[in-house]
């Protein structure tokens, strides 16, 4: 297939979660980076654009014009990538919405919820589509879990625990990624926005089941942070089952560690994103099997997200990119689009934000869905 | 040293943890198992106790008639050990120490507070010593843990979490051991009894905080089960601190899967009794180290409470055998019981079950201690 | 800076490893695919060449003619990879060679000494710059082990050890792989060539240590296999380390398993490629250490060789990738390509792959280098 | 039943391994320790044994008056166990088998050939039976692995792996340990003895296979070291399956890392000392599964040679505690000996140390049966 065309809006020199969407949309080659708005000081947007070969005519500082502009054009871009901080989603997301770009837009949605209400109401009112990068939801085992537990390997789910632990926030620090995430204003939310919302959209994507309830213990642990770098969330989920998150930033000695268990009356699994090749199987009353990405006894399709032989690890730029990779191909419509995060896990997420800030304001009070 | 006297109360044919009791005494060669009143049916207690060696004279079917017996005789035994079902400790543990006689008693202390308090002012009117058999304190890493801990390696504690996992009551099964732990009567909980207070204890003991309020989330997944089957709980501890602890029965693939995992502002430990003879250690922003039992780094005294060179596995038995040894120890005045459960850790499990009951029965409200 | 233009020799549709080179290619946007002779086949080569969106005139089904052609155009490619079987690389790597154009080879260099032999005097004749593919040396923990030993990290090295393990041929199956790599005239040699002469490129590599002889014990396990499926092989070391190399694509439960030890005689590191963003560092007398990619410890420069933060895996393409990202940077004089395998390397692994045929044939004697 | 009487010789005072064996012949309350010739030194054996609780009657300086007494006694000893340094076990072993008391021997045998051959002859002299203390074929996964093999669930057996790396004489160090171990005259060899015949050893029983020849590259890598602290091995087992066997004790971060690896046609078995409650198993073309002791999968009997239920871990001591428990089975007729090495696994031990010996002295050299 021909590239499709790829905006971005964000990502300019400095950033770090631009640079990992344009090294996901270039990795199965179907998406060319043709346009962007890279930063909304003009000096510094085309600087980044230059240096990313952005010809400086599809070179902006500011996204309406970008998306004003790119939509005129015949040869105007297919997709843009949304990558500023999170208080800074809704503007771009709606602007191209309304233009009929599709819109592929950086976690969590937003930092009110009155942003994401209007990004729902311009989701629902275009044509174009638009995909939220919970991105390790593109990770093969992950894809595979999802599989199992829907056809009911797992038998009916009763345990289902998720972590995302760090250790880059256990000090007071100052830098650019620290200033903004750990800014009410500019992050919504410290370690439950940041990192929770990814495991709570993983145990959704995985376990396929909604979240009825939570209770969450936030905590702030560095004096003087605003922003909670520490929750401890309980869950209830629909079907019985039970859950628990937790999301630290002040967790000395964990990098990413994002984990994942399941637990049902017939089996259960366990994935591990430290070692993200491998995941723990266990049917009740028999020994523990180790699947690996597209190895033995997956089945046929055991390499449909992957892309070389199993026993090479993939990482995650490589479940990234299988976002990207989903998503030119629910563009040009070979793809459904099901295992992509859109709109309701994006509300999803917005709620899981505010429900745990309510809980937490109420002494971790049990708070409805 | 000659071998002190023990006697033992349950742990007839059949049981599972009597056995255990036996070999962890026998391990370091520190008692001689002399006495017994191994069933309370006669014929069982008298055919117990001939395969262990046991003289007829010294074989009862009742613990009174033995604590009786044994405190008249020159020759009775220096301790005793209490294996029954939680809800028959009692009255052995008050027998024995009103007779004087030391007492090494199988946790959780029992199922009802009347009893616990009963026991308590039993071992406060007696001279005689009380242990609780929370054996997992006597793995040798849990101890240098809880060193590390209070000179500071860790900095100021921040969380703290257990997990213990089992999956062995996933369905509804009937036999002996099934049977009395699932039993409210007998037991008096499920899994926040049987292995939770091992969990609870354990976070205690190496991190020596000690908590001020839970809210636990308890549930039976199983039909017609009376009793927890799955505890997912939150802590706040003296100091700031928070916790969690899940203890589950019902989880598939987990065989006795103990986990320690405890955080600071300096550095972090993690503790997996899968495998005990390594523990991982981080000082804030250097690489994470792999210590080992009785290994490099640890300093004088590595070898205290292991009998091997490090890299030559220890266990489950040699972790219970340290308790027993330093009973031994502590009794002939050689050691100073510090590092022994006793019944302030007997209490603090008693109110660990009844806290974990009473915020299930209040939708998990906090229960403070 | 502007991608350079890479052309490709083999890798049309079927090919397993030249889809790996273009991903490798396209993942740091350094390199833009506009030129191919995918196939010798003319009609898959023209389209195998538009699937991947190469211009129809820049599109060969021989590369003698692509060579020709493209050393003459003012916009032609900066490098060619040449990605065919290896009984196939000589005549190409000398055509492109001998035009001026740098060449990038997949390994082994070739399936005889002539040709090899040949490959030399054509680097040493040419302008361009040669670069052999043995990736796993663009891991960035292997080029970190490379530091630190060439520092002293670990004292003087005794002991080294690498293996490449496999399954995939433990029956005798037919498939377009299995069907040149088993071939002695299309591969040269089984499983010393395909795998153990990454193994053996690995070791030198990270130990900076060369080979001065081996004995290898070869064997083929699956009746009429004509090349080897299993290698244990020993070496001795300039300086006195000895060695030890286990190749294998008969070893069950094995996928891709690539480790390297190495023991000094003040430090000692392990790696393993299934999970490749952590390596064991041990200092003699101290507790082993668990260094991470990028991650704490490593100093300065610890980000040189990858792209996300530590904790966020990658594998076998971002390795891949370095070398392409290295191969742009030398290209174009802003990286002096010490670390990228060259023509010593790729002879270094022809006099491997012969040594052990020649020791096996002796009833494994050693061969000295 | 009643403990049978053991007696030991060597293992007074500051010994090592006489401390294990004691402890192993307590833990299952088999044996009662009732008679000891400590040391030589009449002082030194007086005093141990009062340690031990040996009465006066029944301690001894020489192990000749021991035999000769015991036997005489009409309570006197059923079996002894001989720990005393390599160079000084035929004395005693011969001494207790013409007495007709059954004798469990530390490994390896002896350190000439005369004496295992003298050792030999008096086994097959005696009525009483010979046990050599390869301790690791106590673990019970070893002998499910062996039983999965004997009944052919790895198919025929292609390659087998073992290794024994420490790291305690990295260095030129000087202790009790180290001296005699060092030491050409008493110790008979280095790595290849203390640890290589272990390895040796559970390869063969595991495997069910004789080796045919064995080719070793022995090097010493510490000035002024008389014996082998390192050793890279090749192997030809009967029916063409082909092994490895590294013995190390300068392996910087090894503590006491045994594994052991065999690959069939059908499957493969993994297994790693350090956590030896685990076991990889792998059917050709099925994923991995993880097998515990006792644990899910094994069938009837999985818990014949453990004490406590799967995922409480058990140790070295259990594993020695197995041969000690078995002897005592064997000897009062209600067990069969096929698991207890006896004097053929010895003398192939000593076999593995001169072949080794003999090739290394031949540049290698393949050294036949």
Known sequence: MKPL???MVGGGQGAFIGAVHRIAARLDGKWSLTSGALSSD????AASAAELGIAPDRTYSSYADMAKAEAARPDGIDAVAIVTPNHMHAGPVIAFLNAGIHVICDKPLSTTQEDADA???AVEASSAKFILTHNYTGYPL???AREMIA?????NLRVIQAEYAQDWLTEDIQNKQADWRTDPKRAGAGAIGDIGTHAFNLLSFVS????EALSADLHSFVDGRQVDDNAHILLRLKGGARGMIWASQIAVGCENDLTLRIYGDKGSIEWDHGNPNKMRFTKFGTPTQILTRGGAGLGDGNDRWTRIPPGHPEGYLEGFANLYSDAADFIIGSNDGQLLPGINAAM???WFISACQDSAAHDTAWVRK
């Open 348 to 350: 999803d997420g917005m």
């Open 208 to 211: 396929g089941l909604e979240t």
């Open 151 to 155: 056809r009911g390997d797992l038998g």
């Open 42 to 45: 003009p000096d510094r947007a």
């Open 119 to 121: 990004i729902k109401a």
């Open 142 to 144: 992950m894809r595979q």
């Open 5 to 7: 065309k790829l905006g």
